[in-house]
């Protein structure tokens, strides 16, 4: 009987290990950002990151990742994002698995050399983890 999940037979071992390790290389998700943020406030260091929520900004202000910043992606230049620190890690999110903003971001950051992550899940997986977004501008 066809069983579509192994019709197809798994990748071999070496294979698996470097397409998910590679994921790991382009990819957070929300857990670990909120991780990330609750250990950046409770510390006296520097976050190494920056969240960027490239939504437009009515979205942003109706309720966005504590902490994040709004950035639409077409506002990333060369100019703006040389505000921010050398060597700063990016995490672009936009709102959920069905937006393509995070990822239009993650090119446009990448395309200026800058290091970037995107946040997997956006917004609707923040809610879905049970994090508070945050309101305003």
Aim: include cysteine; hydrophobic fraction near 50%; glycine fraction near 8%.
């Amino acid at each position: 009987m066809p069983n579509p999940i192994t019709d197809i037979p798994a990748a071999a071992s070496d294979r698996a290990l470097a397409h998910f390790s590679a994921l790991l290389e382009f990819e957070t998700d929300c857990w670990d950002t909120h991780a990330a943020l609750e250990a950046a406030r409770a510390s006296d260091a520097p976050a190494d990151f920056v969240v960027l929520d490239v939504r437009a900004p009515a979205l942003f202000e109706a309720g966005h990742v504590p902490g994040a910043q709004n950035l639409p992606h077409g506002k990333m230049t060369a100019r703006r994002m040389a505000e921010f620190p050398a060597g700063i890690t990016f995490v672009v999110y936009c709102a959920g698995p069905h937006c393509n903003g995070a990822d239009k971001a993650a090119v446009r950051l990448a395309r200026l050399g800058l290091p970037v992550k995107r946040m997997i899940g956006g917004v609707t997986g923040w809610i879905d983890e049970g994090f508070a977004l945050a309101s305003g501008a």
